[in-house]
């Protein structure tokens, strides 16, 4: 057997004949380390390999990814739309200055420039044929307002697809072609045993060419980029571009842990930060627009806000943790379940609801009609209310308040007076709302820091309720004699209300 360092003397022979003694310190030296190096890649490959191969089905990564993409591959598939001109762009194509979050874009394919002014426009987009019947994976932006949908198979062949379902907040479609026989299909994995540093494999059409394979692995789990109440997208670094949309991501048993849908781009083109719908959500999705059409999802009726650290202190929380309600839906599950605004739900079934986007997702996958325990902050101390959840309206976001920047530290700095029918009238306040206005705010107070304005109502303090300034100063003296470091406000503005947690004394 030739060892390394044989390899070495043969070539430092042969390099003093050829070379002579003057140039052979260098080429030594070059060997030795090219040796050297191939010796430790090949172990790392093996070994690399074996570490994420077992266990995880027939495919390795030792010697590339030919034999996962040979088997997985026939079920990727083109899919081309023709669209309306009137159809606005998808809220992350990145055609439009201002239509998405800087830098992440929806990467479906569009047509030409010159297409694009015709009165139709052409896309392409990818997908995967969950099913042998002919039901196809994709994204709904790159299917959605189409006039025709037509899907390109592997073999070459183009068949015309009908549309089975979409679900916008989650960026799904189904859709389905009829064939002669059944066709490959792949299956969906478990996203959720899916680590970072694992490998992925993703197969799509970026900008129209078909079955392009890139490789990289899960760079971050549970990434929110702004696109949706149910954000949850694994980040990947297989390059994905314009035209992958709709493809799928693999693991190495050859199965789908994620649906590609969004990159972060300053240019359009990759920077391998790409964005996957987890399997774990896109699976239950297809699973209802198969069979439903369309997907149901779990209600509560409430809108929440973010328990940030002041509001914690107001709170009487160990830490920032939980959604606070800060509205309730008039005879909602929520409201009908004896939640009030104030609460914070801090477990649903025994899952903590660690940050307030946890509450929609737990809410939303859980069936209507089930009773569901829910863990609740109130008064200082954790209780239990049982809420039977409901079907959330089609075109109701759920259980979601956007919510405002509130800068940290701020100070009592306000005029207030009790609301009378003009000031009503003006501030276009409905019947029911009780409080106190404020007329002024000091310019260095840190009521201003804290996003108050003058018209703002306040309803409570703390878990009072206040309808005269009296009323107001009488809660503010309670909670500095308690030695607390915040109050808590509940404001009304434009009729929707939020809590403020305003600090007593300075930091």
């Known amino acids: 057997m030739v060892s390394d360092l044989d390899i070495v003397r043969r070539s430092a022979k042969q390099a003093r004949q050829v070379l002579g003694p003057a140039r052979i310190i260098g080429l030594v030296m070059l060997t030795v380390v090219g040796a050297a190096a191939f010796s430790y890649t090949a172990s790392f490959r093996a070994e690399t390999a074996t570490a994420q191969s077992t266990g ?16 997985v591959g026939p079920a990727v598939v083109n899919i081309q739309v023709t669209k309306k001109a009137s159809v606005q762009a998808s809220r992350f194509d990145g055609s439009r200055p201002g239509n998405a979050p800087e830098n992440f874009r929806r990467f479906n394919r569009p047509g030409p420039p010159h297409q ?36 390109q198979l592997q073999d070459g062949r183009t068949l015309p697809a009908t549309l089975v379902g979409r679900d ?6 189904l859709i389905k072609i009829e064939a002669d026989e059944p066709l490959p299909a792949v299956a969906f994995g478990d996203s959720d ?3 970072v540093g694992d490998w992925v494999i993703a197969i799509g059409t970026p900008f129209g060419l078909d079955q392009t394979v890139t490789v990289g692995v899960i760079s971050a789990r549970g990434r929110d980029i702004g696109s949706g109440p149910f954000d949850d997208f694994l980040q990947i670094d297989a390059p994905i571009n314009r035209g992958n949309s709709g493809g799928p991501a693999f693991n190495l048993a050859g199965e789908v842990i994620g649906v590609n849908s969004a990159i972060f781009s300053p240019t359009g083109g990759s920077v391998g930060i790409g964005f996957s719908i987890p399997s ?6 297809i699973a209802q627009l198969k069979e439903n059409g369309e997907v149901a999802r779990g209600w509560l009726g409430v809108n929440i806000q973010t328990v940030t650290p002041d509001l914690a202190e107001g709170l009487g929380l160990d830490r920032p943790r939980g959604a606070i309600i800060a509205n309730l839906i008039s005879d909602g599950p929520a409201d009908l ?17 660690d940050s307030l986007r946890d509450l929609p997702r737990l809410i939303a996958a859980t069936k209507a009609g089930t009773e569901s325990e829910l863990t609740i902050w109130r008064d200082g101390e954790e209780q239990s209310v049982t809420a039977k959840i409901g079907i959330l309206p089609s075109e109701q ?30 501030l276009g306040l409905d019947a029911n709302i009780e409080g106190v206005v404020i007329t002024n705010i000091a310019r260095d107070s840190k009521a201003l820091q804290k996003g108050l304005r003058v018209g703002d109502v306040i309803t409570s303090v703390g878990s009072n309720k206040v309808t005269s300034t009296a009323e107001v100063a009488e809660q503010i003296k309670k909670a500095e004699a308690a030695d607390q470091q915040t109050v808590l406000l509940l404001v009304v503005r434009n009729n929707g209300q939020r809590f403020v947690a305003l600090p007593l004394r300075d930091a």
């Open 56 to 71: 995880a089905g027939p495919f390795t990564a030792q010697f590339g990814f030919a034999d996962l993409v040979e088997t």
């Open 116 to 151: 694009q002014r015709r009165p139709q426009s052409r896309g392409i987009g990818s997908g995967f044929i969950i099913d042998p019947a002919g039901f196809i994976v994709t994204n709904n932006h790159v299917i959605a307002d189409a006039d025709s949908i037509t899907v």
């Open 168 to 173: 916008p907040k989650t960026d799904l479609a």
């Open 193 to 195: 045993a899916a680590r």
């Open 280 to 285: 774990s959500i896109a699976a239950d999705v």
């Open 337 to 353: 379940a004896g939640l009030r605004v104030g609460d914070t739900i801090l477990e649903v079934d025994g899952n903590p609801v």
């Open 397 to 426: 976001v759920a259980a979601l308040q956007p919510d405002e920047a509130i800068p940290d530290n701020a100070l009592l700095g306000m005029k207030l007076a009790g609301l009378d029918a003009a000031m009503r009238r003006d």
